[in-house]
């Protein structure tokens, strides 16, 4: 990560900052600073005896933004040269403002004196700030009150424990800057609107980085300085692959950008021409290329790219931006369509996986994200299986619309041969019922399968395999819960390695285990759609990969280009070295005699 400023006439004004790049493509376009937003604010009136606990909830606002800000801050002083010092400042003068500063002090006093809710607190003391500030003769102390105001914007989305807003309303191709972007927000944003979007935190496997690559977003998240370099009048550039964000770019950097991006979509429509040709390998065989499906619109993308299924419905996102449930005729008509869509191609859907990073709105009262370590937590099939009543109504719409064709039904998270029996006998139970009642379902029952992807469920993959009917591997957690890396962390992301020995040997005894009982496996992690990786997992064994639909035709690309034998034997001495630099030496090097076919 690093920030510079280019140097240069024309150029001089542009501020360069990097982060990661997790979902490709260019945007340009006006910013919109999430940050500042104005979430709204009511006013409420606190009762007397309900004072302290107000200023109770104020002070615990104000520990997590002094949190955030230190966080920031030790990232910042990785930056290079002169950012360092001068992010470096902007986040001290931050956390003095947080500190028994007139800001905390007139909140707190607020809340008592006028008996009114802290947001509003804030938002009143600001204003009686900003006009004292304003009449400063000093500008440079004048301006300081913006940098008040974006503190306080800090301590009102942590007070409404919300640390995102709706950008469903933006239009004109603008890009959004924020502190972070949940994958709910995501979900809600229209890419022909949208230009893209920049954060300071996230990492490149959290859902908010697979939901921006969904859409086809250009998003570069973990950017540091990035809301202490923003303006909302500012015009900016992301680029989504090399993680660059360019605050006011010249107009040469602007015109050698739209020169990329058209370069990109070149490329995208010379990709496309493999739509209707079989992934083979050049010494004949064939993989399965299937789609992983975020969000409904990905059916289309699924069909375009020639997908031989969807081998990964997440179903999270019927849970997302609503307060209730969804019913079972709403998740049946949503899954019906995708098995229509589909036309006699597989479906595999996955029962909900919610908790971690990803807890829907709707499940608020279900699960909760501020246990101490929410990925250990009540998340995936735990959740369904302490809370029958979501799984059933899962298992009731899945087993409907395996009647209107090929359906395989996907538990995730998946540690103990028990949770898979008690998951089939509830699948069983909500079966006879619906036969009872009359409503069709299949004679046979569709598959019911295991993720991969907690590394005991890998290491027992024997005994599940005798239980379970297919496998998926999903690396996105198997990587995580390995290595002990936060897939959402960004100050960790650069240790989250997927050519990690361990990583690798348990995608080798899954591959293994399932061989031995003759059951399918394929993966659905996001490394199913690197290129990169191609050859090492069709090397491994596996013979069906699921990924963004968008990737499947460079995916495909790779795949036609190689030879299994070598593949295969290049796989044999990677899985002998114990360094994962080594490996990545001998996989890069594979990969550069791969001619594109
Ligand atoms: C995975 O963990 O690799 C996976 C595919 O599931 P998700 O990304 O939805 O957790
Ligand atoms: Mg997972």
């Known amino acids: 990560m690093r920030i510079d400023e280019t140097p240069g006439t024309a150029a001089r004004n542009e501020k360069r900052l990097t982060g990661i790049g997790v979902s490709p493509g260019i945007g340009i376009g006006p910013a919109y600073v999430g940050e500042r937003g104005d979430l ?39 930056l290079p040269g002169s950012a360092a010092d001068e992010i470096g400042y902007l986040l001290d003068a931050h956390l003095a403002m947080l500190a028994n500063s007139r800001l905390v ?3 707190n006093q607020r809340v008592a004196r006028q008996r009114i809710n802290a947001e509003r607190a804030i938002q009143l003391e600001i204003e009686e700030l900003g006009k004292s500030f304003a009449a400063m003769s000093d500008p440079y102390l004048a301006a300081r009150i913006d940098d008040i105001r974006v503190v306080g914007s800090r ?32 979900a809600l944003m229209d890419p022909r609107r949208i230009g893209g979007f920049a954060t300071e935190f996230g990492g490149p496997d ?21 809301l202490e370099r923003a303006r909302a009048d500012a015009e900016v550039l992301i680029d989504g692959l090399a993680g660059t964000v360019i605050i006011d770019p ?11 991006r058209e370069g990109l979509t070149r490329q995208t429509r010379l990709l496309g021409r493999l739509r209707r040709l079989p992934a083979v390998t050049r010494d004949g065989i064939e993989i399965r290329l299937e789609a992983n499906l975020e969000l409904p619109v990905e059916l289309e993308h699924a069909l375009a790219n020639g997908a031989m299924g969807l081998g990964l419905v997440r179903t999270e996102f019927l849970y997302m931006n609503r307060e209730e449930l969804p019913s079972e005729d709403e998740q049946y008509e949503f899954f019906a369509s ?12 996955r029962t909900l996986d919610a908790g971690g990073d990803k807890l829907p709105e709707a499940l608020a009262g279900y699960a909760t994200d501020d246990s101490a370590n929410p990925a250990l937590g009540l998340r995936g099939i735990r959740l369904s299986l302490k809370e029958r009543r979501l799984l059933d109504s899962q298992f009731a719409a899945m087993l409907r619309a395996a009647n209107d064709g090929p359906v395989r039904i996907l538990l995730p998270l998946i540690s103990t041969i028990d949770e898979l029996r008690r998951a089939r006998e509830a699948m069983e139970q909500v079966a006879r019922r619906l036969r009872r009642r009359g409503v069709p379902i299949p004679d046979t029952l569709p598959p ?27 690396t996105n957690d198997l990587i995580q819960y390995t290595l002990a890396i936060d897939r959402t962390d960004e100050q960790v992301a650069h240790l989250y390695d997927p050519l990690h020995p361990a990583v690798l040997r348990l995608i080798q005894f899954a591959v293994e285990a399932a ?16 290129p990169r990786y191609s050859a090492l997992l069709l090397g491994l064994g596996l013979r069906e990969l699921s990924m963004s639909p968008r990737h499947i035709p460079r995916v495909k690309q790779r795949i036609r280009g190689l030879d299994m034998v070598a593949a295969t034997r290049r796989a044999r001495a990677i899985m002998d070295q114990a360094d994962s630099g080594r490996i990545a030496a001998l996989l890069d090097d594979f990969n550069a005699t791969i001619q594109p076919a």
């Open 448 to 474: 019911l399968g295991a993720m991969i992807e907690v590394p005991g469920a890998a290491l027992a993959a024997d005994a599940l395999a005798a239980e379970a009917d297919f496998f998926a591997i999903g």
């Open 40 to 78: 709204p604010v009511s006013e409420s009136r606190i009762a007397e005896s309900g004072i302290d606990a107000e200023r109770a909830r104020f002070a615990e606002a104000v520990a997590v933004s002094t949190k955030q800000l230190r966080k920031l801050k030790t990232r910042a002083t990785a």
């Open 515 to 530: 061989s031995r009982r003759r059951i399918p496996i394929g993966i659905c992690g996001e490394i199913a759609g690197d």
């Open 250 to 260: 010249s107009p040469e950097t602007v015109a050698e950008y739209r020169e990329r």
């Open 338 to 349: 995708l098995v229509r869509g589909m036309a006699g191609r597989p479906v595999t859907l």
């Open 206 to 226: 959290s859902h908010t980085a697979i939901m921006a690559r969904a859409l086809g977003l250009p998003a570069v998240l973990a950017v540091p300085g990035l």
């Open 105 to 107: 002090r007139g909140v």
């Open 155 to 186: 301590l009102i989305r942590n007070l409404l424990k919300r640390p995102y807003v709706a950008y469903s309303g933006l239009t004109g191709g603008a890009i959004i800057l924020a502190g972070e972007i949940t994958p709910g927000d995501t």
